[in-house]
């Protein structure tokens, strides 16, 4: 039986290996690790990918946002809005610098931040807003935006998983005040290790994140504030330089994957398919389905994803418990039932195997192994209308 993994990198590295090898001897034999002219290189045409002014490289892309908040000066007794269905490093990020996050809940069709509830989650110390481009699908920005522009409010894109998503015809990271990207392995254009970015077209605000993410530092050994040490290493930038060339043609490689399962899937009752977005370009970093009756507990989904995983599709769950209840929170003293559409979300959703590479055979195994989990924990649609 073969084995379909939710994402496999092989196949990508394989296309590239020789460029590859090429640029990271090249690196080794230079002696120069930390920073130098490699560095610069991506750094400089990753910015003019996502078409802004400046782009700071950082070491991960938790590191990104928190050197955005610390940029813009947000701090103890200021309060962030952002989504409680999202990776812990959203929020982890704001509680960091001493803010507190402030989760307002989800669209279910999209989950992302659903921004008509956006506004009453503003208050006195509400300082930004940092919607996630989830899964790769791009965040309505036309409202954000323009709350942001009434309450004077920052705008931090969170594009960890989005990286070559549109929004208009914008690509995010650039509609905002501020982008944060990562580069983990598994997201579009990833590295062989960790690695992040900033971009802003301020410029004072570049200034001051590079600052901050060289120990405070713009002038060597001295020292204007406390910083971080976090720089992206010359191996990384060797590696994410050559896969930025390839990154729009993988990006169109996975919505052409995202268009295959929409075709399979459309007949299975019992699952409610991603939409595509209507105002932009996903890059579906992950491709989530809901399965649309699952239990309260997301026991039924659970069992899903076993007999999935025994037929030897391996399926994720991102994410089973929202942040707003995660223990770490539990002080903030919100309630299950608070955030109802971002709780229901974790116990329905299910992300398929997801690669630029993964073949129209293979997703019809994907597919088959789902029909047959379904039918065999007996979640028919019918019996919950």
């Not at 490699?38 to 003019?48: R, S």
């Not at 790769?136 to 323009?146: A, T």
């Not at 002038?219 to 910083?227: F, L």
Request: aromatic share 8%.
């Amino acid at each position: 039986m073969s084995v379909i993994p939710p994402v496999d990198l092989t196949g990508q590295f394989r296309t590239i290996q020789s460029d590859v090898n090429a640029a990271v001897a090249e690196v080794l034999a230079s002696g120069q690790y930390i920073n130098g002219p490699i560095v610069e290189t991506f750094a400089k045409a990753f910015g003019e990918y996502v078409g802004t002014d400046h782009c700071i490289v950082c070491n991960s892309g938790t590191d990104a946002l928190y050197l955005a908040l610390r940029s813009l000066n947000i701090g103890p007794g200021d309060e962030v809005i952002t989504s409680p269905f999202t990776f812990i490093a959203t929020a982890e990020a704001i509680s960091a610098v001493g803010a507190t996050p402030v989760f307002v809940d989800i669209d279910l069709e999209t989950f992302n931040l659903d921004v008509a509830k956006i506004e009453a989650a503003i208050g006195d110390r509400t300082r930004a807003i940092m919607p996630v481009h989830l899964f790769g699908r791009p965040v309505d920005m036309g409202p954000v935006m323009d709350l942001a522009t009434r309450y004077d409010l920052a705008v931090i894109e969170d594009c960890a998983q989005a990286t070559g998503a549109e929004w208009m015809g914008q690509p995010v990271g650039r509609i905002g005040q501020v982008g944060c990207f990562s580069f983990f392995p598994t997201k579009n254009l990833g590295g062989c290790g960790d690695g992040g970015a900033i971009t802003t077209n301020d410029d004072e605000l570049a200034a001051t994140a590079r600052m901050l993410g060289e120990h405070g530092s713009r002038i060597k050994y001295h020292h204007e504030a406390i910083g971080i040490n976090s720089r992206l290493d010359s191996i990384q930038a060797a590696i994410l330089a050559i896969k930025l060339r390839y990154l729009n043609t993988w990006n169109q490689q996975r919505r052409q994957v995202a268009d295959r399962y929409h075709g399979l899937l459309a007949p299975i009752a019992e699952v409610v398919r991603p939409q595509p977005v209507t105002f932009g370009q996903s890059v579906w970093n992950q491709y989530t389905l809901r399965l649309s009756h699952a239990t309260a507990t997301g026991q039924e989904r659970n069992r899903v994803q076993q007999m999935m995983r025994e037929a030897g599709v391996i399926c994720m769950v991102y994410y089973p418990l929202p942040l707003h209840l995660q223990p770490v929170y539990r002080h903030l003293g919100y309630q299950p039932g608070d955030l109802p559409q971002a709780e229901a979300a974790a116990h329905q959703v299910l992300s398929l195997p997801m690669f630029p590479e993964l073949a129209e055979s293979a997703q019809g195994q994907v597919v088959q192994a789902l029909k047959t989990a379904l039918a065999q924990v007996g979640l028919k649609a019918a019996q919950y209308c």
